[in-house]
């Protein structure tokens, strides 16, 4: 529940939600992206799954938010620059695929006909997913390619690392830590009854009981369960409710009741630890990292122009499902 915010790095999450591909040898393309063709296909893909994120399946959605739909054209362009930035910046570092790279995809993808009963088979499971053979494929490349750009540029020694001193002074400077007590709302009780109950326990800790066993008897945050340290975390990580609360508070300074969605927090602040500091800084380092890699594709996109065919025009959400 409170917890920091999942840091994933956009590189990760366009690969497992969209899929990363660039190209469209021997299809029309519909547009061009800094310098790239898309494809009918490749904007379908990327169209369609984002419309499904919108409606989770659900056509009426549309009957009722049709404003939604210029934005949903807009989302698919964002995806899409994204992908062709994420290509440019492993161009610009030099990585690209070796023979034994496109070897092992082909080896990839002949065993997943094999596992999946044939190759008619496998088609319709592309289908299924707004895919062709060409696209897939493309989706194992970039995979590759951003492995590679990962363990190069963004590894120990390469160009774009976050060093120890860096990570260091960045937590130094940005970071804090707190504890909390989380009395959480829950369909059994109204929210009085939950302001009650948190009430009563603030009383508890204004009164010099001791925190830590206050935490252990009422806290119903179970993301402390794997924090007995507490949060360590820097703005833009926790609900801002919590956040704002956190930074306001001396060290050992005890908050009063700070409503968020989740329930009533009573939170203390507590000093950093070097100790823990220095056997977690990977943990430390990954928000940095992907900072770094953030930068490199919002300057590659700023980059882009876009440029439509005549057959753009034709396109939209029924034609595409239809396709």
Not at 160 to 174: I, Q, S
Not at 190 to 216: Q, S
Request: glycine share 6%.
């Amino acid at each position: 529940m409170m917890r920091m915010k999942r840091i994933i790095g956009i590189v990760l999450l366009l690969i497992l939600v969209f899929g990363l591909f660039g190209g469209c040898a021997g299809q029309k393309a519909v547009m061009t992206v800094g310098g790239n063709k898309v494809s009918l296909e490749e904007y379908r893909y990327y169209y369609l799954n984002a419309k499904y994120n919108y409606d989770n399946g659900d056509d009426s959605f549309w009957e009722k938010y049709p404003e939604a739909k210029e934005e949903l054209e807009d989302y698919t362009l964002d995806m899409i620059k994204q992908a062709y930035a994420l290509r440019k910046v492993a161009a610009d570092n030099g990585v690209t695929l070796s023979k034994d790279d496109k070897k092992s995809i082909s080896e990839q993808l002949d065993e997943l006909v094999t596992q999946m009963g044939g190759k008619e088979e496998y088609e319709t499971a592309l289908k299924e997913s707004y895919l062709t053979d060409e696209l897939y494929r493309s989706l194992l490349e970039i995979d590759v390619l951003m492995d590679t750009l990962a363990n190069t540029v963004f590894a120990e020694g390469g160009q774009y690392y976050v060093t120890d001193e860096e990570v260091l002074r960045v937590v130094d400077e940005d970071y804090i830590r707190t504890t909390q007590i989380l009395i959480a709302f829950n369909e059994e009780e109204d929210a009085e009854a939950t302001k009650a109950r948190a009430e009563e326990v603030l009383k508890k800790a204004k009164a010099g009981e001791d925190f830590d066993t206050l935490v252990a008897q009422y806290n119903e945050d179970p993301g402390m369960v794997d924090n007995t340290d507490g949060y360590y975390f820097t703005k833009g990580q926790m609900v801002t409710p919590y956040e704002e609360a956190s930074f306001a508070l001396q060290e050992n300074e005890l908050s009063g009741l700070v409503e968020s969605s989740y329930g009533y927090h009573i939170i203390k602040r507590l000093p950093k630890e070097d100790a823990y500091i220095q056997a977690n800084l990977e943990q430390f380092r990954t928000p940095l990292i992907n900072a770094k890699w953030a930068e490199l594709l919002q300057k590659a996109i700023d980059e882009m122009t876009v440029e439509y065919d005549k057959q753009f025009e034709q396109i939209n959400m029924d034609s595409l499902k239809d396709a």
